[in-house]
């Protein structure tokens, strides 16, 4: 069997996989919590009431009802949307974002949501600014995991002026100067590939001395060249920072757009070979049903009507239509149960080791749903 070969950004995340294999029904819960708007937390305690009542109704679980009653007075304080997902085995997964949502989500079901989580994910890819001058660097890693960690290798201080001058004695000196500010560079560059490696960055924002830069470029692997986006700025504190952030947010949100792009052209292009990709419900479905599916890539406009049947004990034995379900079944794996089409895909992609992408509807595969092939 060969391989796909392919290789585009998507969301591979040990949170959300244990989310998917998790027993159902499932809470999921995504409230937009306003960070910059006053007496946010009763604005969104109103609309989680209102959701709470609905969901109540539809036989919801008071204990899971609980888990979000707990986390949305306070929620405004970690950003703009708060998503939760409660499992039938009392399991939890929360997660903010800074973005509001468009509209707020909750459902009562037999799969979990997870193509928010993904979504936010996706729009902050990890990342690393570097803001050096001659005698070291300050570096900001950034990732949803944890919060921004910051680190500064000092480098050596001494000899980073040069001297006004002549003769053979200042020309030593000054290259001995050029000498440091190279090592300092190095050094950085070492750091560099090394917090890359270590966060798996996917852009490397660099700002500061034009000198400095110009070493650190050439002191870095092309694999980590590949990744940097330069601009201005710099590593004193001179009022610039709010500048370097508005610049650093645009390159983000446009290697975040990028990769949307990479991942759609990458399965044109398998999807012109041999069985190398497939697109649509039925098909996609098949080949998660066989373990075959690299990356999934899927559009969630979280109000989709598709539906998608599985057997309780074993998620990744989905179908999307009625003739496939004879024999999808049986005694050890329990009854057929019935959910979102795109939340039943995403959960079993999951299951099955599979990683993520969510893409437009228009561009993307058809019927919103498509699959990177392991082996073709």
């Known amino acids: 069997m060969e391989r796909s070969g392919a290789t585009v950004p998507a969301v591979d995340d040990r949170q959300l996989k244990e989310a998917a294999g998790w027993v159902g029904p499932f809470l999921s819960v995504f409230l937009t919590t306003e960070q910059q708007v006053e007496q946010t937390a009763g604005h969104a305690e109103l609309r989680w009431s209102s959701l709470r009542r609905r969901l109540a109704e539809e036989g919801a679980g008071e204990e899971s009802l609980k888990v979000v009653d707990e986390l949305v007075p306070g929620a405004h304080l970690e950003g703009s949307a708060l998503g939760v997902v409660v499992a039938g085995d009392g399991s939890v997964l929360v997660d903010h974002h800074r973005q509001p949502l468009r509209r707020d989500v909750a ?81 950085v560059a070492g750091q560099v590939e090394e917090l890359v490696d270590r966060i798996e960055a996917r852009l490397v924002v660099v700002a500061g001395d034009e000198h400095a830069v110009s070493i650190l470029r050439g002191a870095l692997p092309e694999r980590i060249v590949a990744l940097l986006r330069l601009t201005e700025g710099g590593r004193a504190v001179d009022g610039s920072g709010g500048e370097t952030a508005a610049v650093v947010a645009r390159l983000v949100a446009s290697a975040a757009a990028e990769d949307t792009v990479a991942a759609i052209e990458k399965f044109r292009e398998e999807l ?105």
């Open 272 to 376: 012109g070979e041999a069985e190398r990709a497939v697109e649509g419900a039925a098909p996609t479905l098949g080949a998660l049903r066989s373990s075959q599916v690299d990356v999934l890539l899927a559009h969630d406009a979280m109000k989709g009507s598709a539906v998608a049947w599985f057997p309780a004990g074993d998620p990744t034995l989905c179908v999307s239509a009625e003739s496939e379900l004879d024999g999808v079944g049986g005694p050890d794996r329990g009854g057929l149960v019935e959910g979102r089409l795109v939340d039943v895909a995403v959960r079993a992609a999951l299951c099955t080791g599979a990683a993520v992408r969510t893409v437009p509807l228009h561009g993307g595969p058809s019927e919103g749903l498509g699959a990177l092939l392991r082996w073709s």
């Open 107 to 187: 459902r009562w079901s037999a799969a979990p949501t997870l193509t928010p989580f993904v979504s936010w994910r996706e729009e902050l890819p990890p990342y690393i600014v570097v803001l050096i001058d001659r005698a070291g660097a300050d570096l900001v890693a950034v990732t949803r995991a944890r919060p921004p960690g910051r680190e500064a290798p000092g480098g050596e201080t001494w000899r980073i002026s040069k001297p006004r001058g002549g003769g053979w004695a200042h020309w030593s000196f000054e290259r001995r100067v050029e000498e440091t500010w190279a090592r300092n560079a190095r050094a």
